[in-house]
């Protein structure tokens, strides 16, 4: 082999090794901040979610006895929508995927009044779009949250 062609040579194999070196150093921050960012989306679509809802409850509460109001939201994930009587909060657990799913995040939200959260499904809530129909009835207590999925 000549001068030229080794030169080649040695220039293809460290342009190689510099790729495969560059390669192995992107590539897991690249898995991980695609995993960071589906967390943000999905923690993020499920508190606009429990806000729509905590929102429909403070309408509903507003207007009183005999008022009802029904809402369409998405949720990205599985999981139990759950109401706590202690702080008056509904509230959702989000697995975390950056975390392989071994660490949750708690979205809540306040709620003006208590509220009796019933689920269409007895496994909770799955991912997918569910109509919510708030109803308070006439001078029941609480406020029944009625989630079907659409």
């Known amino acids: 082999m000549d001068a030229k062609g080794?030169?080649?040579?040695?220039?293809l194999l460290?342009?190689?090794?510099?790729l495969i070196i560059i390669g192995s150093v992107t590539i897991?921050?690249?898995?991980?901040?695609i995993s960071?960012?589906?967390d943000v989306s999905d923690t993020s679509q499920v508190s606009a979610s429990i806000n729509s809802i905590t929102n429909a409850v403070g309408i509903v509460y507003a207007n009183g006895p005999g008022s009802k109001r029904t809402i369409n939201v998405f949720f990205p994930s599985n999981g139990t929508l759950a109401y706590n009587a202690e702080n008056s909060t509904i509230y959702m657990n989000v697995g975390l995927l950056s975390q392989?799913?071994?660490?949750?995040?708690?979205i809540d939200a306040n709620v003006p009044i208590a509220v009796n959260i019933n689920n269409a499904t007895s496994k909770g809530?799955?991912?997918g779009n569910y109509n919510v129909t708030v109803?308070?009835?006439?001078g029941a207590s609480p406020?029944?949250?009625w989630l079907v999925p659409s």
């Open 143 to 145: 406020i029944s949250i």
């Open 125 to 127: 809530v799955s991912k």
């Open 28 to 33: 897991p921050l690249i898995s991980n901040s």
């Open 135 to 138: 109803t308070w009835a006439n």
């Open 6 to 11: 080794q030169l080649s040579a040695e220039y």
């Open 14 to 18: 460290l342009t190689l090794v510099f």
């Open 36 to 38: 960071d960012s589906l």
């Open 100 to 106: 392989n799913n071994t660490k949750n995040k708690t």
